[in-house]
């Protein structure tokens, strides 16, 4: 009987994901590897509006003792840019020093057109 209800709800839960995605959205998702593990990792999401502005529209923090190093986010069609930062000062934003960037980052933009 408990093997019915663990696939019971396996299935709803395919069917709610699968549902709750609208024609027009999309899911960009990814990977987090190459950090030292003793920090948390914010990843934060930018359209091309809030670029400019360094104001992300979305923002995902991963903690310290997660195995799980991934992300998704459910966009709209647009053009979007992620940074990923390795959070050493745990104040979930990047901290810049004197020539840039105090903390191990990375920043993935669309190319230009």
Known sequence: MKIIHVIFYKIIFII?????LNFGESIISG?????????????????????????YIEQQIIPINTESKSFNFVVTENEYGIVVIEDKDENGKMSFGLFGP????????????
């Open 31 to 55: 990977n987090i590897t190459g950090t030292s593990g003793i920090y948390p990792i914010v990843i934060n999401l930018y359209n091309e509006s809030s670029w400019s502005k360094r104001e």
């Open 102 to 113: 105090s903390e191990p980052s990375k920043a993935y933009i669309p190319s230009p057109k």
């Open 16 to 20: 709610f994901f699968f549902t709750s």
